[in-house]
Every structure is written in structure tokens, then in C-alpha cells.
């Protein structure tokens, strides 16, 4: 009897070791670690030739999905490295500027816009919708003219 005691007690001395090295495991799952990291590559040891060899290393075995997603995520870093150094370029401009006691906004011609008063209508449709004659004819008037209407149909007259 005392022997199945003994076993036990090792059994359950065994689940523990088991659920704790389970949540060693767990905690070192949750630390974020680059597969860079996990592969033990030096990515800043690898010259920018290096790197994309090994982009295209990896793109070989890479699926068609697979490569539009890099594709999309590529392309998102891209933009927001565009960003960065746009912003960057620009917080450098305005230094200069300010160095030489000139305001960057007037220089650029990023003055502020008057706002353009609309047009009046010139044409109304049945429906009462209106065209001030400039840019793209609306649909309604390109309708009408390829039945065999003429434009001068809905012409706003002058009301007096």
C-alpha cells in the first residue's frame, strides 16, 4: 500500500514539473521575439545586398497568396516610410528657412486659397437638377443629347 502512495505522489511531483515547464514554455512564447531573432540572423550585419538576396531566398518558396500578401505589406511599409521622410524633409526646409528669416508657407505657395464662389446654373433638368455649364456635362444632359434632345432645352432662362 504504501508503495501505490509513493506512486502517486511521484505521479503528481511529475504533472507539476510538466504543468510548470508548460508555462516556462507559455511565458516564452509571449516574449516577442523576431524571427530574425529566433533564427539568430543579424540583420544589421547584412549589407542591403544581402538582404534582398535573402528576400528572394525567401520569396522562392513563398505561394502566390503568400507573395501578394509581402506584396500589400511591402508596399503599406513603403508608404509609411515615404511619410517619415517626407515630414522629415519638410521639418528641415522650414529650418532653413526660418535661418534665412523667410516664411516657408509664403515660398511654397501654401497660402491660403480664396474659396471660389459657385457658379449659377444654367441649365435645369425636369427633375430640377442644375449644371452651371462648365467641366463634364451630368449625366441627365449627355442622356438627354443622345436621345436627340438639344442642350439649349433646359437652358435657364433670365427671371425677371
Known amino acids: ?15 507539476q514539473a510538466l504543468i510548470n515547464e508548460r508555462e516556462e514554455d507559455i511565458l516564452i512564447a509571449e516574449q516577442h521575439q523576431s524571427v530574425s531573432e529566433s533564427l539568430d540572423i543579424a ?4 549589407s542591403a545586398e544581402d538582404k534582398i538576396n535573402l528576400i528572394g531566398e525567401i520569396a522562392d518558396a513563398l505561394a502566390v ?3 501578394r ?15 517619415e521622410v517626407k ?11 526660418k535661418q534665412l ?4 508657407d509664403e ?11 459657385s457658379l449659377p446654373p444654367k441649365y435645369r433638368s425636369p427633375d430640377g437638377k442644375t449644371w452651371s455649364g462648365r467641366g463634364y456635362a451630368p449625366a441627365w444632359i449627355r442622356e438627354y443629347e443622345e436621345a ?12 425677371v
Open 65 to 67: 497568396q503568400q507573395l
Open 1 to 15: 500500500m504504501e508503495n501505490i502512495y509513493l506512486q502517486i505522489f511521484q505521479l503528481w511531483l511529475f504533472i
Open 148 to 159: 436627340g434632345g438639344a442642350r439649349d432645352d433646359y437652358l435657364i432662362k433670365d427671371e
Open 101 to 104: 528669416d523667410l516664411d516657408f
Open 107 to 117: 515660398v511654397m505657395g501654401f497660402h491660403r486659397q480664396q474659396r471660389r464662389m
Open 43 to 46: 540583420l544589421d550585419s547584412l
Open 87 to 97: 515630414a522629415q524633409m519638410i521639418e528641415e526646409m522650414r529650418d532653413k528657412f
Open 69 to 83: 500578401t509581402v506584396r500589400d505589406m511591402i508596399d503599406q511599409k513603403r508608404l509609411g516610410k515615404l511619410d
